[in-house]
């Protein structure tokens, strides 16, 4: 196992990718990253600041395509690829189209796969869709699975996978670890600061115009405070946002950040809003108060350990929840929990270890 690709589509596989092969080529592996092009522009910036530049950068997206198209777009130019290549081993990363076409095309050549963030589950299809199908088909393909807990794993074994089960924590919080080691701290602000991210597509509509309203109404019973909201260029989430929020003079809509500075804006953060599945890992490592504008999580653990609160997108429910933990510090200080339910920091090496312990 010396020869190892990396497929990379979107920017959260980018960050949870990016200490994997760092630590590969460290450790003298001869590494090929690809990327697909799901998400170049915001991923690029990222790969260049952990030094990594893609060997082969594809483009897979076209205008008004569909699922269908960009599936089978990546598995056409990607074969390509691995049939010139052929590593000992692929990577992919979590539920896109591109980690699910890439296992795809991998098991096609017979070529082993290893998947990173294996064993999330909702278990419910269509949501979200279509990332859960896309998680079980990897996990059904893949030949090693790094699973970032225990209950990751369970859900693993739940559906027949017996072997080559690793849990190892997630990488992202590597990927967090490192950046933050490589920037200085950034000023606090004098008002109680509110992080927030919201552009899943089960938040589309409705849910996102209650979810506006409640962090509108945060704002309004709370003088001390201020919104931070980098805002997804979806024109579903984007204009309505800018509707509803824009002349608030607390609230900042701004572009979505870079991963560094969006990492520096999370440590700064008093807490943070968000239906992000990345994000819902990073807050508890870094001791935030999170609230998930999600109905049902992949991510239990955080809920379970009590560093995380499920609020949907329940206006009522956003506005109490987020009221107590700006004025109650009791409540605020039972998320500071010294519990990081999504890995220490430290997934890369666990994982390469086991790489390597698998020889030739
Ligand atoms: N993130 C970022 N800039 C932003 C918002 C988020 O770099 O403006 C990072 C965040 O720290 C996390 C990742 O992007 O690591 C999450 O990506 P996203 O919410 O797109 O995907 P998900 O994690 O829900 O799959």
Not at 245 to 252: E, K, N
Request: charged share 20%; net charge neutral.
């Amino acid at each position: 196992m010396n020869k190892l690709l990396f497929c990379i589509g979107t920017r959260p596989e980018a960050i949870k990718l990016a200490p994997l092969i760092l630590e590969a080529k460290k450790r003298g592996f001869t590494t090929t990253v690809v990327t697909t092009g799901q998400h170049q522009e915001l991923l690029e910036p990222f790969l260049n600041f952990f030094s990594i530049a893609p060997d082969f950068r594809l483009n897979v997206l076209n205008q008004g395509q569909s699922l269908s198209g960009l599936t089978s777009k990546i598995i056409s130019d990607f074969s390509p690829i691995l049939t010139s290549l052929k590593p000992d081993l692929v990577f992919t990363q979590g539920d896109t189209a591109t980690a699910f076409a890439c296992s795809l095309v991998a098991f096609y050549e017979k070529i082993a796969v290893a998947h990173i963030e294996a064993g999330l589950r909702t278990h419910d299809s269509y949501s979200p869709f279509p990332e859960e199908m896309n998680r079980q088909l990897i996990g059904k393909i893949a030949n090693y699975h790094f699973a970032p807990t225990d209950q990751a794993k369970e859900n693993l074994m739940l559906e027949g996978i017996r072997d080559n089960i690793w849990v190892t924590g997630n990488t992202g919080i590597d990927a967090l670890r490192i950046t933050l080691d490589k920037i200085p701290d950034s000023p606090a602000s004098n008002k109680k600061r509110i992080l927030m991210t919201c552009h899943r597509r089960e938040n589309h509509g409705a849910p996102l115009d209650r979810i506006c309203r409640a962090v509108r109404a945060v704002l309004d019973q709370h003088p001390d405070t201020e919104v931070l909201f980098p805002v997804h260029p979806n024109p579903n989430i984007k204009e309505r946002v800018q509707g509803l929020l824009g002349d608030h003079s607390r609230i900042h809509l701004v572009d979505p950040l870079g991963y560094v500075e969006f990492a520096a804006e999370m440590k700064k953060a008093f807490l943070i809003l968000t239906d992000s599945g990345g994000v819902q890992e990073e807050a508890p490592y870094l001791k935030k108060p999170i609230f998930v504008l999600r109905e049902t999580t992949e991510r239990p653990e955080g809920v379970s350990a009590g560093v995380a609160a499920l609020v949907g997108s329940d206006q009522d429910k956003i506005t109490e929840y987020v009221g107590r933990a700006l004025t109650n510090p009791n409540y605020y200080q039972s998320f500071q929990k010294s519990i990081s339910p999504y890995g220490d920091g430290f997934a890369s090496t666990k994982i390469l270890d086991a790489i390597a312990q698998l020889g030739k």
